[in-house]
C-alpha cells in the first residue's frame, strides 16, 4: 500500500513540475511579447532589476533601445542639416546663375569671332547644367529628408506616358531620333507628378544617348501585382558590371563623359519608385540598347 502512495506521490511531483515548467515558460514568453511590443510602440522600460536572466535581457534591450534612438535621431539631425544645407545653395546660386545665362545670352548676340561664339555657347551650356543639377540636387535632397512626400492615388498610367513622352518628342526629332509610345493602357496606385519625372529622367536619359536615326519607345506592361512603364533605346547599351553601378548618386557610365547630364536622373527615379513601394530595373545589351523598366504597384 505505502509502495503505491509512494508512486502516486512521485507522479503529483512529477505533474507540478511539469505545470509549473510550462507556467513560468508561459510567464516568460508573455514578459518577452510584452517587452517586444512595447519596444515597437517606444514605451519600453526597465521593470525588473534583480540578478534573474530575463531582467539582464531587460537591461540589455534597453541599451539597445537607447543606442538606436540616438542613432535614429544622429541621422535625422544630419539629414535635415543636409537638406538645410541644400536649400541654402540653391537659394544663393539661383541669382548668379540667372544671371549667367542671361549674359551668355546677351554675348552670343554679338558679333563674335567663331571662337567667341564657341566659348558663348559654352557658358551658356555650363550654366544650364548648373541649374539642372541645383534642381535635381533640391528635389532629392527634400525626397530624402521627407520634406517632399509623395501621394499614391489609384489611377491610369496613359496620362502620365502621354504627357512625359509629348516633353521629350521635339528634343528627339530634332535629333533625328523616333520616339514611339506603344501600349499605354494600365492603372497602378502612384503619385502623378513624380511618376511623370521619373519617366521623364528615362527619356531624357534614352534620347541623351540614341544615336540620330534610332528609336526610343516607352510602353505599359501590366503584372499580376506591378505596371511596369518601360522606356527601350537603341543606344549604346550599357555593360553588366556597370548596370549595378548606373543608379548610384552622380554615376556617369564610362562612356557617357562626352554626353550632357550630371549623373543624377537614375538615382532620383529609384528614389521616386522606392518612395511609392516599386522599383526600377534595366535589361541591356551592349552594342544594341537598353531598356529601364519603372515598376509601380497595382495594388496598396
Not at 59 to 81: F, H, P
Request: aromatic share 8%; with cysteine.
Amino acid at each position: 500500500m505505502s509502495g503505491w502512495i509512494a508512486i502516486g506521490a512521485a507522479v503529483l511531483l512529477a505533474l507540478a513540475v511539469v505545470v509549473y515548467d510550462r507556467w513560468r515558460t508561459a510567464r516568460t514568453i508573455r514578459r518577452l511579447d510584452d517587452m517586444l511590443t512595447a519596444a515597437i510602440n517606444g514605451t519600453f522600460s526597465e521593470e525588473t532589476f534583480d540578478e534573474s536572466r530575463l531582467s539582464s535581457l531587460e537591461s540589455r534591450l534597453a541599451r539597445y533601445l537607447a543606442a538606436s534612438a540616438l542613432s535614429a535621431r544622429n541621422v535625422r539631425e544630419q539629414k535635415d542639416q543636409i537638406s538645410a544645407l541644400v536649400s541654402d545653395i540653391s537659394h544663393q546660386t539661383k541669382t548668379p546663375v540667372a544671371n549667367l545665362r542671361l549674359y551668355a545670352q546677351l554675348l552670343s548676340e554679338q558679333p563674335l569671332t567663331p571662337q567667341g561664339k564657341d566659348c558663348a555657347a559654352a557658358i551658356s551650356a555650363q550654366a544650364e547644367k548648373l541649374q539642372t543639377l541645383i534642381e535635381a540636387l533640391v528635389k532629392t535632397s527634400r525626397l530624402e529628408t521627407g520634406v517632399l512626400a509623395l501621394h499614391p492615388q489609384p489611377g491610369e498610367i496613359s496620362p502620365v506616358v502621354e504627357r512625359a513622352a509629348a516633353q521629350y518628342a521635339p528634343k528627339a526629332a530634332e535629333k533625328g531620333i523616333a520616339l514611339i509610345t506603344e501600349q499605354r493602357a494600365g492603372s497602378a496606385v502612384f503619385d502623378a507628378k513624380w511618376t511623370e519625372e521619373a519617366v521623364c529622367n528615362l527619356l531624357d536619359n534614352a534620347v541623351k544617348y540614341t544615336p540620330s536615326g534610332g528609336t526610343v519607345a516607352v510602353e505599359v506592361k501590366n503584372y499580376e501585382l506591378f505596371s511596369a512603364i518601360r522606356v527601350s533605346d537603341t543606344g549604346p547599351g550599357i555593360s553588366e558590371e556597370e548596370q549595378a553601378k548606373i543608379f548610384a548618386r552622380f554615376y556617369r557610365a564610362s562612356g557617357a563623359w562626352q554626353a550632357e547630364g550630371v549623373g543624377i536622373g537614375l538615382y532620383l527615379t529609384r528614389q521616386i519608385a522606392e518612395k511609392q513601394g516599386g522599383y526600377v530595373k534595366v535589361e541591356s545589351i551592349p552594342g544594341k540598347g537598353s531598356t529601364f523598366s519603372l515598376y509601380i504597384p497595382r495594388e496598396s
